[in-house]
């Protein structure tokens, strides 16, 4: 299971209420990163605000993309999350994409009076709030939208993103690797919490998905939070298991840039040429 994409990487970074996450943001510009993707728990005291941070980060750095990894949906309502994305991408020159996750941790959600929400209806609010999100990045006006969990009633979209703005979820179960393949950009799993058959059967679900829709799988952003891994691993994960970009801890930085990465591209393009032959 192999896309054919270019592997990407990138850093997850923890935003601790300190100056290392702007210090750590900068080094990952600096060393050639591609990504970097930050947690989104706002009822963590010792956390800054990921959306701020976001913002901070893009302003500081020149080259690297920046996405919440995964935005809490039931304390970000979507279309007031879609105004703050289209924003951030275009004062940062397009380097946005938008990780979104149906939530988790309810009891911390609840104590910053969101919604609990049992998982059916979390799922549903998901795919809900990714057609309220594109209905305001397209630039219409006089938006309307009757949901279960949100509407619009005559909303008027604008200033719209620098560029089509991805949505990636966080998913595991079916019906949200569902919605991914019909609606969404892109996949963003945990290694630990998935082993490498289920990245395989998540994408084949997803690429199921997508071919209903008359979607390209190939389209579809493959991104693993991947954390402390050998360059054979994630070279097996890309070409094997269809993942093709990969979130590496942020205390690994500088040796990871320099030793493991160009090993991992070596290795993939080598076995994709074995493949070919």
Known sequence: MDYGQPVRFGIFLTPEATDRPLQLAALADELGYDLIGVQDHPYQRRFFDTWTLLTAIAMRTERITVFPDVANLPLRPPAMLA?????LDILSGGRLELGLGAGGFWNGIKAYDGPVRTP????????EAIKVMRFLWSGQHGIR???????????????????????????????MLSI????????????????????????????????????????????????????????????????????????????????????????VESRRSRRAD
């Open 83 to 87: 105004k703050a994305a289209a924003t």
């Open 120 to 127: 059916g209806e979390s799922v549903s609010a998901v795919e």
């Open 180 to 267: 991914i393949g019909r609606l969404a950009d892109g996949w963003v799993p945990s290694y630990g919490y998935v082993k490498e058959s289920d990245l395989v059967e998540g994408n084949r679900r997803i690429d199921e998905a997508a071919g209903g829709a008359g979607r390209d799988p190939r389209a579809i952003r493959r991104v693993l939070n991947a954390g402390y891994l050998d360059a054979q691993t994630i070279a097996s994960l890309a070409v094997d298991c269809g993942m093709d970009t990969f979130l590496v801890a942020e205390d690994e930085m500088r040796d990871f840039m320099s030793e493991v990465a160009p090993r991992v591209r070596e290795e």
């Open 145 to 175: 939208f009757d949901g279960r969990f949100y509407s619009l009633t005559g909303a008027h979209s604008g200033p719209l993103p620098a560029h089509p703005i991805g949505i990636w979820l966080g998913a595991y179960k079916p019906r």
